[in-house]
């Protein structure tokens, strides 16, 4: 499976992070001076447990503060307290155990158009899309309770797609699933890519990190190595 779709050459910095710093209880847990994030391009982050990895994609989602970054966005220089809007329009964060909603599979997918206020038809005819993409259309009528793990974290993926964000962060998407539903869901990462969607996946899934062409980065003392052979940020 290929995660570019575009063109080394023609590739942009969706989101360059330079001296990002994040300290608990007096503690030092994160320590980045550079990180380059470019469009229609998929990342993985790993590291040992309790590095950080989980605290980063929250940051970049805006949902934990830091004590110091810079930034920018799609070329524009922003910062994070407060949260931008551009920022909070344009990233998804799927935690590893997503929220479902007490409400119809369709419903649970569609939420984030709803809460944009898109039109009625429009809503129904880009979440049947998104129903046939992750394969959720026969389940489109049913309440998540009961739903196995897999079909629950498709149907967080579809609600992420169908924003059609420039970075999705995704936590440990493939953990705790069985052999056919971790399938199912490494399956949809290229087509996310393919949208022109950026993917930055933690993850501890050997599947997932050594798909082609896939930008391996690992968290180490706070800190941001590079796992590749070259640099991910190179066009």
């Known amino acids: 499976m290929n995660l570019r779709t575009v063109p080394e050459k023609s590739a942009q910095d969706l989101l360059v992070v330079h001296h990002l710093s994040k300290s608990f209880g007096g503690k030092i847990l994160l320590d980045i001076e550079n990180l380059h994030l470019r469009t229609a391009s998929a990342y993985v982050l790993t590291g040992m447990n309790g590095v950080g990895k989980t605290v980063l994609l929250r940051i970049l989602a805006g949902l934990e503060k830091t004590d110091h970054c810079s930034l920018s966005f799609l070329g524009r220089v922003q910062q994070l307290s407060p949260y931008p809007a551009?920022?909070?329009?344009?990233?998804?964060?799927?935690?590893?155990?997503?929220?479902?909603?007490?409400?119809?599979?369709?419903?649970?997918?569609?939420?984030?158009?709803?809460?944009?206020?898109?039109?009625?038809?429009?809503?129904?005819?880009?979440?049947?899309?998104?129903?046939?993409?992750?394969?959720?259309?026969?389940?489109?009528?049913?309440?998540?309770?009961?739903?196995?793990?897999?079909?629950?974290?498709?149907?967080?993926?579809?609600?992420?797609?169908?924003?059609?964000?420039?970075?999705?962060?995704?936590?440990?998407?493939?953990?705790?699933?069985?052999?056919?539903?971790?399938?199912q869901v490494i399956a949809l990462i290229p087509t996310l890519v393919a949208q022109n969607s950026s993917v930055v996946m933690v993850c501890h899934d050997k599947d997932l990190i050594n798909l082609p062409q896939i930008c391996h980065y690992k968290l180490r003392d706070g800190r941001i190595e590079d796992r590749n052979d070259r640099h991910c940020d190179e066009s």
């Open 86 to 183: 551009l920022m909070r329009e344009a990233i998804v964060y799927v935690h590893q155990h997503p929220v479902m909603f007490t409400m119809s599979v369709a419903e649970n997918i569609a939420y984030g158009l709803r809460a944009r206020g898109w039109a009625k038809k429009r809503i129904q005819e880009t979440t049947e899309q998104a129903l046939e993409w992750a394969g959720l259309s026969d389940l489109r009528d049913r309440l998540p309770a009961g739903l196995s793990g897999g079909e629950k974290q498709k149907i967080a993926l579809a609600r992420a797609k169908i924003l059609q964000p420039r970075l999705l962060l995704l936590d440990e998407p493939t953990a705790n699933l069985d052999g056919a539903a971790r399938e």
